[in-house]
């Protein structure tokens, strides 16, 4: 089975910085490009990043663009998303998602809280 | 491209049809998925390619429309069906998501 763990959540200051890290099983990783999408609490999903398959190409949104950085490490099967400079609106629930049949979300991590508080 | 969902709320009794409107801001050909959210869970995929059910979805979802204007519709609501319910474009950069339809029970 498909499984996407995400790890690293935790409460930083504002300012901070934090990596969320993706583990991904039940499938061959390195065939697949990969996102992160946020849901701030009590609120809507919100896209943040992607990245290829081989990691050549990447996207961020407005939001984050020079303060977060995706990556991956295709011999560990992880995708991650190192966060600087966080902000009060940055606090969210990061899903870790994989991109399936023409380009749709398939498969979903369970979230990791983000939460940015002095 | 911005996406807007309508109602922002439904109120459904059990057994009833639901169908929920998802538009968007120009034309994402068919490339339109929509997911479901439960309380404390991970959206899960259920439509994709504006009408493709994803694997393991109930033939009482389906999904239609191309360009800008999509449909969900679920023929007979469950008790598990409550839930609030996200279309997203994969056309364009950057990828977006409608703001929801939540739907309840009457």
């Known amino acids: 089975d498909v499984q996407l763990v995400e790890s690293g959540e935790g409460l930083v200051q504002p300012g901070g910085s934090l990596r969320l890290s993706c583990a991904a099983s039940?499938?061959?990783?390195?065939?697949?490009?990969m996102h992160w999408v946020r849901q701030a609490p009590g609120k809507g999903l919100e896209y943040v990043s992607a990245?290829?398959?081989?990691?050549?190409?990447?996207y961020y949104a407005d939001s984050v663009k020079g303060r977060f950085t995706i990556s991956r490490d295709n011999s560990k099967n992880t995708l991650y998303l190192q966060m600087g400079s966080l902000r009060a609106e940055d606090m969210a629930v990061y899903y870790c998602?994989?991109?399936?049949?023409?380009?749709?979300?398939?498969?979903w991590g369970q979230g990791a809280l983000v939460t940015v508080s002095s | 491209i911005v996406m807007t969902q309508s109602p922002a709320t439904l109120s459904v009794s059990p057994g009833e049809r639901a169908s929920l409107s998802c538009r968007a801001s120009?034309?994402?050909?068919?490339?339109l998925a929509w997911y479901q959210q439960k309380p404390g869970q991970a959206p899960r995929l259920l439509i994709y390619?504006?009408?493709t059910r994803a694997t393991g979805v109930a033939a009482r979802f389906s999904g239609s429309g191309s360009g800008t204007e999509f449909t969900l519709t679920i023929s007979s609501l469950q008790s598990e069906d409550f839930a609030v319910y996200y279309c997203?474009?994969?056309?364009?950069?950057?990828?977006?998501f409608g703001q929801g339809t939540k739907v309840e029970i009457k």
């Open positions: 039940g499938f061959t990783f390195s065939n697949f490009a």
């Open positions: 120009q034309s994402v050909s068919s490339k």
């Open positions: 990245i290829t398959s081989n990691g050549d190409s990447t």
């Open positions: 390619g504006a009408s």
């Open positions: 997203q474009q994969y056309n364009h950069w950057p990828r977006t």
């Open positions: 998602v994989r991109v399936g049949v023409g380009g749709c979300f398939d498969y």
